[in-house]
């Protein structure tokens, strides 16, 4: 196979994040574009309801690593209007969760929130990245699969 030919395959195979909404920018990012980022690990424990006690070792970008590089829509730019923001997350199976502007902005929250390129040393590149939550006890918004994220005001 030829190295066009193969790049076009690995390309196609891998997973792609549609970060869509209220961004300044647009944008479609794979594991390996995330991987460009700074990677952070972490070590976490969560409760899932089918699987029992979880205990994982999980790397990637920071999700706020990822929305600074875009930025809010200019209507959010302001502090003040960034903190009307919710960030969807959904996976390949449909699955979301909803977070907060403000949970991962370092002038709110700045919780430490990765969409993890691998876990437990084994790469997400074919899977996607995944939404790694470290302070939530309850595994529900450890979204696998990660196709996008939509950012956009909560109704008022």
Do not use: N
Not at 88 to 104: K, M, Q, R
Request: hydrophobic share 40%; glycine share 8%.
């Amino acid at each position: 196979m030829s190295t066009a030919a193969s790049s076009t395959a690995e390309r196609s195979s891998a997973a792609v994040v549609r970060i869509h909404g209220h961004v300044a920018e647009p944008l479609e990012l794979t594991v390996q574009h995330l991987r460009r980022l700074p990677e952070q690990r972490v070590t976490v424990s969560f409760d899932c309801l089918k699987e029992g006690p979880q205990f994982h070792d999980f790397e990637g970008p920071t999700l706020w690593d990822v929305l600074r590089t875009i930025g809010p829509s200019p209507d959010y730019a302001a502090r003040k209007q960034r903190s009307r923001l919710l960030l969807t997350v959904t996976g390949s199976d449909e699955h979301c969760a909803v977070l907060s502007w403000g949970e991962v902005d370092p002038e709110f929250g700045g919780q430490r929130i990765l969409l993890a390129t691998s876990i437990d040393g084994l790469p997400l590149d074919s899977a996607g990245p995944q939404l790694v939550v470290p302070a939530d006890v309850c595994g529900a918004r450890y979204i696998s699969g990660i196709r996008a994220v939509w950012v956009g005001p909560a109704a008022g």
